[in-house]
């Protein structure tokens, strides 16, 4: 994927997600450019005046030992539905287990968004996925914290 896909995908899915007063861009990084090395893709924002950047990271720095191929579409997805809670997250203090949680919603969300979108199908592949999500006690999900990257969570080595 080169800027100008990017561009035409981000300008997509601001619309789509009804977040056209916000002005965001997004660009293509290496990984040394994201603020940590577990991420393949950040956003920073200032909500007062809607602004946003989203950087996604090169796929030639993904790693290749992952169990599922990085996608930059559903890595877009995933930042741009950040801001949507934007004003929320940026009123309340850090609570690694509260952003644990939303940072689980947000990539089932963007998940199922983009596939939609492409016309697939998600396979179920354990007798969990097919239990409702709010049946599932939280003590058998696992959240994201900082003692668990993100690409462990991903299914990255």
Same mark, same amino acid.
């Given at each position: 994927?080169?800027? %100008?896909? @990017?561009?035409?995908?981000? =300008?997509?899915?601001?619309?789509? #997600?009804?977040?056209? *007063? +916000?002005?965001?861009?997004?660009?293509?990084?290496?990984?040394?450019?994201?603020?940590?090395?577990?991420?393949?893709?950040?956003?920073?924002?200032?909500?007062?005046?809607?602004?946003?950047?989203?950087?996604?990271?090169?796929?030639?720095?993904?790693?290749?030992?992952?169990?599922?191929?990085?996608?930059?579409?559903?890595?877009?997805?995933? %930042?741009? @539905?950040?801001?949507?809670? =934007?004003?929320?997250?940026?009123? #309340?203090?850090?609570? *690694? +287990?509260?952003?644990?949680?939303?940072?689980?919603?947000?990539?089932?969300?963007?998940?199922?968004?983009?596939?939609?979108?492409?016309?697939?199908?998600?396979?179920?592949?354990?007798?969990?996925?097919?239990?409702?999500?709010?049946?599932?006690?939280?003590?058998?999900?696992?959240?994201?914290?900082?003692?668990?990257?993100?690409?462990?969570?991903?299914?990255?080595?």
């Amino acid at each position: 994927m080169n800027q %100008e896909e @990017l561009d035409r995908l981000l =300008a997509e899915w601001q619309k789509r #997600l009804r977040l056209q *007063d +916000w002005d965001v861009k997004a660009k293509i990084v290496r990984a040394r450019d994201l603020d940590s090395f577990d991420r393949s893709a950040q956003v920073s924002w200032t909500f007062n005046s809607r602004t946003a950047l989203i950087k996604i990271m090169d796929p030639i720095d993904y790693p290749h030992n992952c169990e599922w191929p990085n996608d930059l579409e559903e890595s877009l997805v995933h %930042e741009l @539905l950040h801001l949507h809670f =934007a004003g929320i997250s940026d009123s #309340l203090h850090d609570n *690694d +287990w509260r952003d644990g949680v939303i940072e689980q919603a947000l990539t089932s969300i963007d998940l199922a968004l983009v596939e939609a979108k492409r016309g697939n199908g998600h396979e179920v592949e354990s007798e969990m996925a097919k239990v409702p999500q709010h049946l599932i006690p939280l003590s058998n999900m696992t959240v994201i914290s900082p003692e668990t990257s993100e690409h462990e969570a991903q299914g990255c080595i």
